[in-house]
């Protein structure tokens, strides 16, 4: 088990120095303050329009608190929803309190200087992005935030800066997870939807949708190829060839506990979530818990950190757990990293509101 | 009340910027800071340092701010409501009650003088904003001396922010559009005996509405209040009573059927002066003893019941004496009792001294040390489950300390100047907690102090006249305690939107009937995060106003121009939204006056 772990180690080093070989055959290094570290997505207060992207080089532990506006001079105006880079592009899903004023933000990826935006009618209420190719998908809530019950993906082709397409997807489209020529589409758990969207990326065409006991939830694709999605109190492990629901782990929620922040470790075997809850006084409680994805039933006695978090990711380079804290929306937060087997690290303070990780 | 500081707005400053709200005339004369959401939206006033809820605005002596949110939007008071204008610096509670913890604004209505005067004009500014209001006031001999007399006024302004260009240095000017109009109808009984009757409604309408075009996305908050007051005193005894109706229509998207609520206030007052004898040797003691009982009755759609109720009852006892000509003093009570829970006990003292009184040069030195007090809003008690009905009023002392002195013949004018330290720890401090899903608490404690610089200086030499009015405050406002771990990341920080630094200056010559003034507004950051993490920028706006008047027979055409923000400076508000940048106004006002 060692010498296996230890030849997988050497293999991954003389490939690393292979792919750092060839990048620096074909392309020169990329130049810019952002090239190495984690990117952190805050969400900022709603009615402030303050929100950021943070980033911290991951040998330190303070972070540079708003980059776009270091790179530009000028903020960007919204909540920050989502992030992702596709070769030297970066995309961010900003989300302002007035209508007509979201936006998908482009930003050369290394020094996040402004590469342009997409606005409304064709962006209303961003949520989450995936690259495929030259093409990245936005879900969109569209303009009906009082009911969830539109919504839209669009597709933004990443060289002309357009939106192509608008391919419906009903009850506020919200969690994407990509795999082998599939999108899948959850919802947000205000909306009315039990079922999960399935949109080929060649046509980009909706196919008919994975029905689901509750709003549905992609988490990702595990180490053995299947989807797993949480609806509702229960996790569902799907079969990505015939979209039939394999196994269901139900979540402890006593009915008035709410699972989130569903986050694969790196070896895609395990799967952390946040259970939370809010008492009379309005304060938050919870834990984050962790299960195999071989698991007949997702333990709940002891959490693996007796803490919630609004953001949960694993760093593929390191394998620390990343989880955002927000003390309110109306200060800082923080980064907390942790080992995976919950001991804590350290914490970094961040932007307002941060609930979302990018490892570069 | 002697110790305290007020300022008087006087009347040619109004009539200058008669087309426009009282938060514009507040920034140019005062170093109240004002939290603004954009041009012709929410405007709420930081005053010493303080919150929204901390500054009592009164009109004819009533407090007008809305019960439900405990604070006035100063873009819905325009300048057409009111004829007087006065500011009370610091804690007034003893005298004027909950709500006076940073200072109050005073707003009145005068009786008119002159038989006939009738007054009408319009105001056209860029970006299609219009502002309109005609008023006509009269007075009459009636038998047996009594004289009636009365101003009717009326007032219709059309924000509709066309900007030209949707963004200013990539931040959005915001589509947004405000119609407000209103009707003043005040009307004054008097006899030669000392006896007065007067009458006085105030309704008024404002409709704000964001993102108009997006037929979805668009907020409609409409803000109407219908006031009526009638006060009638005789000699030494005055009764006043009230009906203030508060009416807020809320709705996003479609907005035919908006969320209502509407409070209703009744209001009775009754106070009597005394003058009581000390013996042959001392002056008289003047005591003014009185109470307030209020009734107030909301339906509000957030509320976890409809309707609410709530009685609110005050006793004072004012007193003011003046052992010698330098000094004049005085102790002032109060208590207030409310439904469910009472406020603390009120007292005040004031102590004022001529430290040099000379035939052209007065020195005075000003003192108070008072309590103050803010009861809990209808919103901060009754909203469904955020709200606390066991929230407890907030409480303060005020101490400040201030030096006025006042030269008759200085620079070839008058010239009055005056410094001010205050240091105003409140305690109970409620608010919206953002760690714990916005409930209401009485967690902060705060600690405002400053120091506040004036200056007024007026001269007239033939047809000519000068004048200066300037001012520099600086104001340290912190949360003085710590409540959870992520709290200590807030102590000792400036709370959010009050600058520490604010200066303002007014300064015009006029020649004749023609005028020129420069006004300059500046603010420090303002730190928009509890933390201090964020922030938006200090800036300095800069206003030029040119006025002249011509006459012919009894009717006179007032035309003036502005231009507003000359140096195109950039700015955000609250949103993050930028500010307009340069733009113009014009204005036509025809009067006459039959005298």
């Known amino acids: 088990m060692k010498m296996k772990k230890q030849l997988a180690s050497s293999l991954a080093i003389a490939l690393s120095t292979l792919v750092v070989w060839s990048c620096n055959q074909s392309d020169p290094a990329p130049k810019g303050d952002y090239i190495s570290g984690v990117f952190v997505m805050n969400e900022g ?5 303050n929100g950021a992207v943070s980033y911290f080089a991951r040998e330190n532990n303070t972070a540079t608190a708003d980059i776009f506006s270091a790179a530009n001079g000028t903020t960007l105006k919204g909540g920050v929803q989502d992030y992702a880079a596709s070769e030297e592009q970066g995309i961010i899903l900003v989300d302002n309190m007035s ?37 990245a998908y936005v879900s969109c809530w569209g303009t009906d935030v009082a009911k969830y019950s539109t919504g839209y993906v669009a597709v933004i082709d990443l060289t002309t800066k357009k939106v192509t397409k608008k391919i419906n997807v009903a009850d506020g489209p919200e969690n994407l997870v990509y795999n082998n020529g599939k999108l899948y589409v959850g919802t947000t758990q205000w909306g009315a939807g039990n079922k999960l969207a399935i949109i080929n990326t060649s046509s980009d065409e909706a196919g008919s949708p994975i029905a689901t006991p509750g709003t549905a939830n992609p988490v990702g694709i595990d180490a053995n190829g299947k989807l797993w999605v949480n609806a509702g109190d229960k996790v569902l492990r799907i079969n990505t060839e015939t979209n039939a629901t394999e196994a269901s782990l139900a979540i402890a929620t006593g009915g008035t506990k709410t699972p989130g922040n569903f986050t694969f470790s790196n070896d895609l075997k395990s799967i952390f979530f946040v259970l939370s809850w809010y008492d009379a006084a309005g304060k938050e409680h919870g834990g984050t818990y962790k299960f195999s994805i071989s698991d007949i039933q997702i333990a709940m006695v002891t959490p693996l950190i007796a803490r919630p978090f609004a953001g949960l990711a694993v760093d593929p380079s390191q394998g620390l757990l990343y989880a955002g804290v927000s003390p309110s929306y109306t200060q800082a937060g923080y980064a907390v990293r942790y080992r995976t087997d919950g001991s804590l690290v350290d914490s970094i303070k961040v932007g307002i509101a941060p609930t979302g990780f990018f490892f570069q | 009340m002697s110790g305290l500081k007020i300022q008087r707005i006087d009347s040619a400053s109004l009539s200058q910027i008669r087309y426009q709200n009282i938060g514009d005339v507040l920034s140019a004369y005062t170093p109240i800071a004002f939290k603004n959401y954009g041009p012709g939206q929410l405007s709420t006033a930081s005053f010493r340092g303080t919150s929204a809820n901390h500054t009592a605005v009164l009109w004819n002596g009533l407090n007008i701010n809305a019960p439900t949110l405990g604070q006035t939007d100063f873009s819905t008071i325009p300048v057409a409501g009111f004829d007087q204008l006065s500011v009370q610096y610091g804690s007034a509670a003893s005298i004027v009650g909950s709500d006076a913890v940073g200072g109050s604004i005073l707003l009145a209505s005068n009786a008119p003088a002159n038989p006939l005067q009738v ?56 589509p947004t559009e405000t119609f407000q109009k209103g009707v003043v109808q005040d009307l004054f009984l008097r006899s030669p005996a000392d006896q007065e009757i007067s009458a006085h409604v105030w309704l008024t309408d404002n409709k704000l509405v964001l993102t108009p075009e997006d037929e979805q996305g668009r907020e409609m908050t409409r803000t109407t209040a219908y ?14 009573t009230a009906w203030v109706r508060d009416i807020i229509d809320y709705a996003k998207g479609d907005l035919s059927r908006p969320d209502h609520s509407v409070t209703d206030k009744f209001a009775s007052r009754i106070e009597k002066d005394f003058t009581v004898n000390l013996g042959r040797h001392l002056n008289p003691l003047s005591l003014k003893a009185g109470g307030e009982w209020t009734h107030y ?61 000379k035939t052209r040069y007065h020195l005075v030195l000003k003192g108070s040390y008072g309590r103050s007090y803010r009861v809990p809003t209808l919103n901060e008690r009754y909203w469904k489950d955020l709200g606390n009905p066991n929230v407890r009023p907030e409480t303060g002392w005020n101490k400040e300390l201030g030096l006025e002195q006042a030269f008759s013949e200085a620079l070839g004018g ?21 760690a714990t899903s916005y409930r209401v608490e009485n967690l ?12 007024h200086y007026l001269r007239r030499s033939g047809p000519w006249q000068t004048g200066l009015d300037a001012g520099y405050a600086f104001n340290r406002s912190s949360q003085e305690k710590a409540y959870d771990n992520y709290s200590q990341d807030i102590v000792g920080k400036q709370l959010v939107f009050v600058p520490e630094h604010t200066a303002n200056a007014n300064a015009f010559v006029q020649f004749k009937s023609t005028r020129f003034t420069g006004q300059l507004q500046a603010a ?24 002249t008047a011509f006459a012919v027979e009894k009717c006179r055409f007032v035309i003036q121009g502005q231009v507003r923000n000359v140096t195109d400076t950039f700015y955000l508000n609250v949103r993050n939204n930028a500010m307009p940048g340069r733009s113009f106004a014009l204005s036509l006002t025809f009067s006459y006056d039959s005298q």
Do not use: C
Request: hydrophobic share 30%.
């Open chain 2, 227 to 240: 006031r009526t007051m009638l006060r009638y005193q005789i000699r030494t005894l005055t009764l006043r």
């Open chain 2, 297 to 357: 009755r909301s339906r509000v759609p957030g509320y976890a019941q409809m309707p609410v109720s709530e009685n609110r009852t005050d006793f004072f006892l004012l007193s003011r004496w003046q052992p010698t000509s330098r000094i004049t003093t005085s102790i002032n009570l109060r208590q207030g009792l409310v439904t469910g829970f009472n406020p603390p006990f009120t007292p005040s003292v004031g102590l004022e001294y001529g430290l040099i009184q």
């Open chain 1, 99 to 135: 209508a007509g004023q979201d936006k998908v933000q482009f930003v050369q990826r290394y020094t996040f200087k402004d590469e342009g935006t997409i606005g409304a009618p064709d962006i209303e209420n961003p949520r989450e992005v995936v690259i495929v190719g030259r093409k």
């Open chain 2, 414 to 434: 008058t010239l009055r100047t005056s410094a001010t330290f205050y240091h105003n720890r409140i305690r109970d401090w409620t608010y919206w907690n953002p």
């Open chain 2, 119 to 174: 007054s009408a004009g319009r105001q056209r500014e860029s970006f299609n904003n219009k502002h309109t209001r005609a008023d006509i006031r009269y007075s009459v001999p009636l038998r047996g001396h009594w004289a009636l007399s009365g101003k009717t006024a009326l007032y219709d302004n059309r924000v509709n922010n066309d900007f030209p260009n949707p963004t200013r240095r990539t931040y959005a000017l915001l």
């Open chain 1, 45 to 49: 207060n709603f009615s402030q329009n």
């Open chain 2, 524 to 547: 420090s950051k303002r730190y928009t995060t509890f933390d201090n993490s964020q922030f938006l920028d200090g800036y300095g706006l800069v206003n030029l106003l040119a006025e």
């Open chain 2, 444 to 455: 902060q404690q705060v600690l405002a102090r400053g120091i506040e610089l004036q200056l």
